[in-house]
């Protein structure tokens, strides 16, 4: 038997030991444990259940969504995501938040992930604190305020003893109070020492954002939403990024980043890491690269700019690209869209499958109401342009809006015989 499987096994017996009222040997189980398993009892916490449907039905779902929206630790969310999610989401382990109650405000993982832990309802809006569920690692953590791990029988409910989960607490840098949890919940995996000290550095991490950033967390309005942004990429070589309150100003962005801020604006319902990557690259990109890449930007730009599974973007986003879009939509006058578009910039310049094909979406929205419309000026101007220099309709369209004898008919005239020649229409 291996040492794990030992260690386990005297655990076990630890456990049904001391349910039937015999103190365990000291060295049977850690203190930490005992003394959980004890207040357990003495809370009266039902052993056979894991965490009790009432616990989750106190708040009707409006209500604890209104109150997770304007919890603290949400603000923090997005971090927590790009430090620990993005990498360890497809390994069957689930990434939960709770408040300062144990009450569980986020559980995000893979799907089937998510489903499993369901069954021993850890779900969003439960309360998985040591005084309902019993032993536990998030709701450990909160009472003796330290990062720990529980392993297999060291739940003290029953249904839980297939898990194992690592969790430390939050503080507020400012009053040293503690906001809430993150945990780390699963199988075996999760039983290994560099699951807690994962946790613990994501925890590190995170208050150090916090403190760097001076944020009084007693204070909701602190964590109200963020501001709007604004993304320039059709003025050039440059690509750059405000976003409103942003104390640092303009920023100027890689054009990898300006690619993922305009694809994730071109599909708010998100993107996969996997439809990211084929976006992004005719090769698809590595995973690896992508997840790099996001963390990279929100180290950049904000840890709260872009969400995890799906990414998508958590700030209203305009660019001089939605904006010539629905310029174009909305039936604007086409001179100066025509101007805007001749610059090309990010959307000429990048090999980007995504952005090609955004490109190619803009100019044909720009062509077709060029055509249908027939002002001869706004013709000319697309047949002047790098997009229209070529295009047979448009020539045509000018040469029947003209009259005959006209000098521009006649040159118009001359375009369609080179183009028929040209491409052998």
């Not at 297939?162 to 430390?168: D, G, H, P, R, T």
């Not at 405000?242 to 990898?256: F, Y």
């Not at 840890?303 to 904006?323: G, H, I, K, M, Q």
């Amino acid at each position: 038997m291996s040492d794990s499987a030992s260690a386990s096994s005297r655990v076990r017996r630890a456990y049904e030991d001391f349910l039937t009222g015999i103190t365990p040997p000291a060295d049977s189980v850690r203190s930490v444990v005992r003394d959980s398993w004890v207040r357990s009892v003495t809370r009266g916490v039902n052993p056979n259940v894991s965490a009790p449907e009432s616990a989750t039905a106190s708040m009707t779902a409006a209500e604890f969504a209104e109150y997770r929206d304007a919890h603290p630790i949400t603000a923090v969310r997005p971090l927590v995501q790009s430090l620990m999610l993005d990498d360890i989401a497809d390994s069957g382990v689930v990434v939960a938040l709770t408040d300062q109650a144990g009450r569980l405000l986020w559980v995000e993982g893979a799907t089937d992930a998510r489903d499993k832990a369901a069954n021993i309802n850890f779900v969003e809006g439960s309360l998985w604190s040591e005084e309902v569920a019993g032993t536990n690692a998030p709701g450990l953590a909160l009472a003796v305020d330290r990062g720990v791990q529980v392993v297999g029988p060291e739940h003290f409910a029953g249904p839980v003893q297939e898990w194992s989960c690592a969790a430390a607490p939050v503080h507020d840098p400012i009053t040293g109070h503690v906001i809430g949890v993150v945990d780390v919940t699963g199988g075996r995996e999760v039983a290994a020492p560099f699951a807690l000290a994962a946790v613990r550095s994501v925890v590190a991490a995170v208050e150090r954002e916090i403190r760097s950033r001076a944020v009084d967390l007693a204070d909701p309005a602190t964590f109200a939403a963020p501001g709007g942004a604004r993304l320039t990429v059709l003025a050039g070589n440059t690509h750059r990024w405000r976003r409103e309150g942003d104390a640092s100003g303009e920023r100027t962005l890689s054009r990898r980043h300006a690619e993922i801020l305009l694809l994730l604006q071109a599909y708010p319902e998100g993107l996969s890491t996997e439809q990211l990557a084929t976006l992004l690259a005719e090769e698809s990109l590595d995973p690896v690269t992508v997840r790099a890449e996001i963390s990279r930007l929100r180290r950049d730009l904000g840890t709260d700019v872009v969400e995890s599974r799906p990414y998508r973007l958590t700030v209203d986003l305009v660019s001089d690209v939605s904006e010539i879009r629905d310029r174009v939509a909305g039936g604007d006058e086409l001179g100066s869209v025509i101007d805007e578009l001749g610059r090309g910039g990010l959307l000429a310049e990048s090999a980007a499958p995504g952005i090609a094909e955004l490109f190619e979406e803009i100019r044909e929205d720009v062509r077709s109401r060029v055509i249908a419309e027939g002002d001869v000026s706004v013709l000319r101007k697309w047949t002047s342009s790098a997009h229209g220099r070529d295009d047979l309709a448009a020539w045509r369209r000018i040469e029947h809006r003209l009259a005959p004898g006209h000098p521009d008919r006649v040159l118009a005239g001359g375009r369609i015989r080179l183009l028929d020649k040209r491409y052998g229409v």
